[in-house]
């Protein structure tokens, strides 16, 4: 591959304005097909309110353009992933030997799985759940009134952080197969991974609820176990043997 021809400065500007020219453009195309169904997409976001009876409303002439606007554009980022990720692969790919392209390119549409799979996760079963909690806490003198550009900002931060904290397992996986971790240091650091977790919620979630923390948290520490189980799988030969003898 000539990629693994040293790569001067300007080439590697030159490649990143390609990588960048071709991402925006999937983006571009792929929020304006977004656009075209926006309203189905918003009255989608909106259900988990919608089926409890309550009204969505916004406070400002340009707040319910603006969120769909920043719907589209979400989704077109949703749509695009693979093509936004395939550009970032080809740059990275370009200061790696052949041996860690070959260890690494695995692991592309795992991480773009794991991603959409842990928003579409967020949305379908953690936000009805939080949403229905948190406004069980309205009463005769206190009742909703609940602003559409605060409840996606709501939704959407949800959405991302599970997309993120998803991608757990392909970093531990990483981390296993490259050596700098073995399925043995990862169950033995348990403990310390349940308080990495819980913190990482406590900046995640939106709200700051610790109900919304723990629905991030048990998931999150259940990937984390479904690592260390993988990673016995991954983990090089050398570490394998060793942990069988060690038994």
Do not use: N
Not at 66 to 85: D, E, H, N, T, Y
Not at 128 to 138: M, T
Not at 178 to 194: H, N
């Amino acid at each position: 591959m000539a990629a693994d021809r040293p790569m001067t400065i300007i080439e590697h500007l030159e490649e990143l304005r390609r990588r960048l020219l071709v991402g925006l453009v999937a983006l571009g195309v792929a929020t304006v097909v977004s656009w075209i169904y926006v309203e189905a997409l918003l009255a989608f976001l909106m259900a988990p309110v919608t089926r409890l009876g309550e009204r969505v409303i916004f406070l400002a002439p340009t707040e319910a353009f603006f969120v769909r606007l920043k719907m589209a554009v979400l989704a077109g980022v949703f749509l695009s992933l693979p093509v936004l990720l395939y550009q970032v692969w080809r740059f990275v790919a370009t200061g790696l030997t052949a041996t860690e392209r070959r260890g690494a390119r695995w692991l592309l549409l795992p991480a773009y799985l794991l991603f959409v799979g842990g928003a579409a996760f967020a949305l379908v079963g953690i936000v009805p759940i939080g949403v229905r909690f948190l406004l069980s806490y309205r009463t005769p003198d206190l009742q909703p009134m609940l602003s559409i550009g605060a409840y996606t900002s709501f939704v959407m931060a949800f959405m991302l952080a599970f997309g993120l904290v998803f991608e757990l397992p392909i970093v531990l996986l990483f981390l296993t197969k490259i050596g700098v971790v073995t399925p043995a240091s990862l169950a033995a650091g348990r403990r310390y991974a349940i308080v990495a977790i819980v913190g990482l919620a406590a900046v995640l979630t939106p709200g700051g609820d610790v109900f919304s923390q723990l629905l991030m948290a048990v998931p999150t520490y259940l990937l984390y176990e479904a690592s260390i189980w993988i990673a016995r799988f991954v983990s090089p030969p050398a570490v394998a043997i060793e942990q069988v003898e060690g038994r």
